[in-house]
């Protein structure tokens, strides 16, 4: 079965919650005793109509004052593939999260009010979506039923939407406009009566038609080791295992691979997933392979082909997302967790602050809860990473707090 | 040439999570109920790291109200699989005075699990706890992360959990913290049967049909092979064929009706049921907040 990850993000009023009960509902997801629940709390909240937010929102403080503050995960599934939406709060205040959504979705629905057009909300949403390089993008143009689905509306959020396009980074990105009223249920799932103008598909049918393929690129094939399996059992005597996920691309028995960080040469002996052995692996694959040659590799090692090697360096240049209360500041000292490996870091200098709505950075030498800068970092130990634009997976790390013990920003590799 | 291309990528994002979990930590330590989710773990674990043996031991919190073809079959399948087997009951909590027993109509031993739980993770020293909880199962748990840190006291702070970013997991923790971990979170319960067929993974007989003695109440269908479950006397015991969707203790498992005696017909019925799996869950039809309560004082 395919899996798609998709991510949401929107504040209280833009129907965000609704699109996402509407894709329930019509899809059938929704079962009878949680839509009992619904109904039930619904009432009791004094709502005339089904508030679809309550089949999201999580916590009892989320559905006390009616926000979402966390990222939620919804699973719902066609007979095509299954769907995981990531859905974020959309505030400023809730950056982090979002950032944390779109890490590891493919696609993503923007949604935009058509009674107040693009609004900065919308940048940030369109500007995080564009700095994470998630490919493909829906710009949900919402309550069209109250503009009396006027084309001319929809076009001029999309014509706004496209300068907006202008300003961004990455250019690859794949964006389609689709009108729709997650309230009444056009082109949600099936199409739309009210829209003849519009002859694109509804949001579903997009998203069945997305390959639901790997959310990282393709690109050059990385094997970070995370563990060493040795079985200790008569029948594997010499058996050394190293398994790991593999990113970027592809691996095949007699592969002649380097080992990082020893730059040892060997070449691929075995590909086992379980007890099954294969002559080839997909990118996306977790698995166990051998080498020809007794190396010396441990967790934090990686393994790529020869000739492929990505760059090593003790010294970092990052767009960084701060997530904690704390501000990063130079000369303090983090956790660098880059894949499974970690080393010690100092923040060299943060150099400027991005603003999310593209009009550009602003110097600075801190970053607060929320703000994407950019930041200079050294290492005790070099690293080897790709450019973010060109392997997600082996271009991004986060930074660890040594006090707290806890995530305390994202960093993309530039 | 034997390629192997297609991939499923909940299966490869779980055994990425096993590894990590035995990379990241001292002791860990597999929850294992005997339930579909808690067998899907041991596969998913086996296959994390042949052809090594699961390098972590199996704990089972025994209520003493489990039900008893669950309990043979787990005898069975750590034999086969030569793992360690770690059992604490929660009687021996009862008796010491730790717990106390709940009375009444709707008395279970499900909340009592937590402090017997946190009691053998405290004895063992486990760091790590894994355990079968699904983000689609319950609203509480859609919230929860994948390395879910706990306090000395086993509470989950939901107001400040650790983002999870990228496919990294960061499980760094201070002496006396743990970490619940949760391979299979973005598998739904279609997805865990699915695999269960897929894979041919035995289970236990209860999830398939079968004659069984039972009375109705609130309009669940109740086990009354034995006297565990507290019965009115008007509650009238009529044979059913029914099979259990979700196994837990017996006091809190309501049964479906249901003829799907194989694995091909239960993935079938799930496909088609309207009910959502914990509907049969009584334990969380206490309160709307009876997960997010339970796992804030430390249950899984």
Redesign the interface.
């Known amino acids: ?1 395919e ?1 798609l990850k998709i991510a949401t993000a929107g504040s209280v009023d833009d129907g965000k919650s609704t699109l996402i009960g509407r894709i329930l509902y019509d899809t ?1 997801s929704l ?4 839509l009992e ?1 619904i109904e039930k ?1 619904s009432k009791a909240n004094g709502f005339d109509y089904l508030d679809f937010s309550l089949a ?6 989320e ?1 006390e004052q009616g926000i979402t ?7 719902f ?1 066609t007979a095509k593939k ?1 769907y ?1 939406i990531a859905d974020t709060p959309g505030h400023v205040e809730y950056t ?2 979002m ?2 959504g779109a ?2 979705s493919q696609a993503s629905i923007i949604l935009v009010d058509a009674r107040n057009g693009v609004i900065e909300q919308t940048y940030r949403h369109f500007f995080i979506n564009n700095l994470l390089r998630v490919k493909d993008v829906i710009v949900a143009v919402n309550k069209m039923d109250l503009v009396d689905y006027s084309e001319e509306k929809f076009n001029a959020i999309k014509a706004e939407f496209e300068r907006l396009k202008e300003k961004a980074d990455y250019k690859g990105q794949n964006i389609t406009f689709i009108p729709i009223s997650a309230l009444k249920g056009d082109n949600v799932v099936g199409g739309s009566e009210n829209t003849p103008w519009y002859n694109g598909q509804s949001i579903l049918q997009h998203l069945e038609d997305l390959k639901a393929q ?1 959310v990282f690129e393709a690109g050059q094939a990385r094997f970070p080791v ?2 060493v ?5 008569d ?2 005597h010499d ?1 050394r ?1 190293y ?3 593999l990113y970027g691309g ?1 691996i095949a028995v007699g592969d002649e691979v380097t080992v990082l960080p020893s730059l040892t040469k060997s070449k691929i002996k075995e ?12 990118r ?5 392979i051998t080498l020809e040659d007794n190396v010396n590799v441990s ?1 934090g090692d990686m393994i790529v082909k020869a000739g492929e090697e990505p760059s090593s360096e003790k010294q970092l240049r990052a767009k960084v997302c701060w ?1 904690n209360g704390q501000n990063l500041v130079p000369k303090t000292k983090y ?1 660098l ?1 880059h ?2 490996n970690r080393v010690q870091a100092m923040i060299q200098s943060v150099d400027n602050v991005l603003a999310t709505d593209f009009s550009g950075a602003e110097a600075t030498d801190s970053l607060s809860l929320n703000q994407i800068g950019e930041v200079e970092i050294k290492l005790a130990k070099p690293v080897f990473f790709d450019k973010y634009t060109e392997n ?2 082996n271009g ?3 930074l ?1 707090d040594p006090q707290s ?3 305390a920003g ?1 960093g993309i590799i530039e | 040439m034997s390629e192997f291309l297609n991939i499923n990528p909940l299966e490869a994002e779980a055994i990425h999570i096993f590894r990590e979990v035995v990379s990241q930590f001292e002791k860990p330590v597999l929850l294992f109920s005997g339930g579909k989710d808690s067998i899907t773990l041991v596969r998913l674990a086996q296959k994390a790291f042949w052809p090594a043996k699961i390098p972590f031991p199996l704990l089972h919190v025994d209520t003493g109200h489990n039900f008893p073809e669950t309990i043979e079959f787990r005898d069975r399948l750590v034999e086969e699989l030569g793992a360690d087997l770690i059992v604490r009951y929660v009687q021996d909590d009862i008796d010491k005075g730790l717990v106390k027993e709940e009375s009444g109509k709707y008395a279970s031993r499900n909340s009592l699990q937590t402090t017997t739980l946190l009691n053998a993770l405290e004895e063992f020293k486990f760091d790590a706890a894994i355990g079968g909880a699904r983000r689609d199962e319950e609203k509480a748990r859609a919230k929860e992360r994948i390395f879910s840190v706990r306090d000395d006291f086993g509470q989950w702070d939901e107001k400040n959990q650790r983002p999870e970013l990228f496919d990294m997991l960061n499980g760094k923790i201070d002496l006396g913290q743990n970490v619940r971990v949760f391979p299979i979170s973005n598998w739904t319960e279609l997805d865990v049967w699915s695999y269960i067929e897929d894979e041919g993974i035995e289970i236990p007989s209860i999830y398939f049909a079968h004659k069984r003695k039972t009375f109705l109440r609130d309009g669940m269908i109740w086990s009354a092979e034995d006297d565990i479950v507290y019965r009115e006397e008007d509650e009238v015991v009529e044979e059913r064929l029914v099979r259990f969707r979700t196994v837990g203790d017996m006091s809190c498992t309501a049964a479906v009706l249901s003829d799907a005696v194989s694995i091909e017909k239960v993935v079938s019925e799930i496909k088609e049921s309207t009910i959502s799996e914990r509907g049969a869950r009584i334990d969380d039809k206490r309160s709307e907040a009876a997960m997010e309560v339970r796992k804030q004082q430390g249950y899984f």
Not at chain 1, 31 to 34: C, F, S, Y
Not at chain 1, 69 to 75: E, S, T
Not at chain 1, 271 to 282: C, H, L, R, T
Not at chain 1, 284 to 288: E, P, Q
Request: hydrophobic residues 35%.
């Open positions: 079965m899996v059938k079962t009878t005793d949680k629940a709390r999201t929102d999580g916590l009892v403080a559905r503050i966390d990222v939620a995960h919804i699973y599934s299954s995981i982090r999260n950032v944390t890490s590891t790997d995370q563990t399996i040795r079985p200790k059992k029948e594997f058996f295992g398994a790991g996920k592809d590909i086992y997933f379980f007890d099954k052995k294969f002559d080839k692996a997909g996306g694959s977790s698995l166990n967790r997530m956790l967790q894949g499974v997600k997976q991004a790390f986060i660890i013990n806890t995530t994202v």
